[in-house]
Structure formats: structure tokens, C-alpha cells
């Protein structure tokens, strides 16, 4: 398999910075509503108090701070300082918990530690703050398919189809995952297929066309015994 390709935080900066704000009002007023809640199964009678929401300037310095551990932990990680690069997009996604490009780096790195089950969590953040994108599906198939889920990692990698169709990387794992389960149906076959056309590697070209066969063969065979069965 190729190694993910990391995600930089430029270009997701003006989305991360309008849905940190949302995610960190919600927060704030979701924690006023439970200390209400508490107060009145108590008895007491405190005089009413109102929600102190943060301003913009507190805001903007939570976003700052978070950007900044982030921009470390993309220097730690290319400097091959894996568990330095974990602990600061950990602490830059405690900051700001809506930025796919430290969820999905997050999640690579904690696969290539093999701390599986940290790396499908943080991974899955990245696929629902994304649900177009098809990298941390991707990803996710792989962390799954290293563990030794086949069936998981199929899964995945199907989805991550699902938002591109051609996703050459995806359309490797699938042919990986079918080979190892020796599954063979027609949307495996559909997938083959394709990937025989857009695979650009001569080697992974002739593992795709070996596979897209075998489905071919079984898909057939396992038509002929049910009409001889009669089913």
C-alpha cells in the first residue's frame, strides 16, 4: 500500500475558523443549560444568571493557538517525530475539534504507531467533518485492513469509492481485501473493472486484472452451481 498523503492546514483554515466558533457557542451554552438543570433538581433558588459567551477576541485566540500547535506538529512529523506530532494535534484539536486536517494527520500517524483503535476514531472524526472527501475513508480502510479486519477494511475502502470512483489508492485496497476473503460479487467485479482501466502502475495493473479474473471465474461458477440446483 502507498502511505497516505497528509493534509495541510492552509487551505482549511476559513472553514475550521466558522465551525470552531459554532462548536465552541454550542459548548458554552450547553454547559450554562446543564448547571441550570442541576440548580432546580436541588431546590435552591439562585437568582437567574445568564449565559457569558465568549467574545470574538477569545475566540480568535483559541483558533490562533490551535493553528499554531498544529503548524508544530507539521514540522514534528516531517522531522520523522511521530509521538511529538501526536501529543501537539492532540492538544490543537482540544482547541479547535472541527479541523479535519489535524483529525486526518492525527489518525495517519496513530495507524503508523499501530494504536488502531485511536487512529479509526480520529480517522472517522476526519470522515464526518469531510463527507465528500474520500482520503480518511481511505485511511481508514488501511488502519483496518493492517489490523487484519478484512471485512471492516473492505467496507471502508467501498465507501471511500462511493465519494470518488476512481480513487486509485481505494480501488488497490478493494482488490487487497477481495484477494485475502476470496470474495467475489458483482460490485467487486464493477470495482476491478475500473480499476483496470485508471491504474497507472504496471505491477498493481497485472495484481488488479489477476484479481478481476478470479471474481470473473467465481461470480460464474457459483451461477452454474445454483441452475444445477435449481435455485
Known sequence: MSRRTMVTVASWRPVVARSSFLV????????????AAVAGLSGCSPAPRKAVLPDAAEIEDRLRQARELQTRADQ???KGNQPEAIDLYRRSLGLDGSNFAAWHNLGTLLMEQKDYMAAAGALRAAADLAPTDPRPLE????????AGY?????RHYMESLDRDPTRVESIRGVAMCAYRLNRADDDILEILRRGSMVEPDSKW????HRERVRVE????????????EGR
Not at 471465474?217 to 444445477?228: D, F, G, L, T, V
Open 217 to 228: 471465474q467465481q461470480i460464474k461458477a457459483e451461477k452454474e452451481s445454483a441452475r444445477r
Open 150 to 154: 478484512d471485512e471492516q477494511a473492505l
Open 205 to 208: 495493473r497485472t495484481m488488479i
Open 24 to 35: 465552541f457557542l454550542s459548548a458554552t451554552v450547553a454547559a450554562a443549560s446543564l448547571s
Open 139 to 146: 485511511s481508514l480502510g488501511l488502519t483496518y485492513f493492517r
Open 76 to 78: 514534528a512529523r516531517r
